[in-house]
């Protein structure tokens, strides 16, 4: 099982990013595949999540509205599209499994990890 997180970077406020994480070794469109982020010195949240078969999705208070989850099962790739970015938005962004596929954003549900990729939102 691998996942590999790309398409952080260093964006102004106002603008927009997509992240990718690439997966490997299962089948994506059984699982549920979230996204959580950490900012220095903060714990890890949650940010959205997206289901198996219809592909529900759940975000956080915090990014509703501006970020969009979305699978694309041909390639194994889940993308969080991130628009109207905020300093506080500033984090290293990881992507997870939940093999239970439960849809929600406790980190203690998700059991594989990617190393993540750093997101600055600053002018």
């Known amino acids: 099982v691998q996942l590999v997180e790309s398409g952080g970077g260093l964006v102004q406020p106002g603008g927009s990013l997509r992240l990718s994480c690439a997966t490997s070794?299962?089948?994506?469109?059984?699982?549920?595949i979230g996204w959580f982020r950490q900012a220095p010195g903060k714990e890890r949240e949650g940010v959205s999540c997206?289901?198996?078969?219809?592909?529900?999705?759940y975000y956080a208070d915090s990014v509703k509205g501006r970020f969009t989850i979305s699978r694309d099962n041909a390639k194994s790739t889940v993308y969080l599209q991130m628009h109207n970015l905020k300093p506080e938005d500033t984090a290293v962004y990881y992507c997870?499994?939940?093999?239970?596929?439960?849809?929600?954003?406790?980190?203690?549900?998700?059991?594989?990890w990617g190393q993540g990729t750093q997101v600055t939102v600053s002018s």
């Open positions: 070794g299962f089948t994506l469109d059984y699982y549920t």
């Open positions: 997206i289901s198996s078969g219809d592909g529900g999705t």
């Open positions: 997870a499994t939940d093999w239970a596929d439960r849809g929600g954003l406790d980190r203690g549900e998700y059991d594989y």
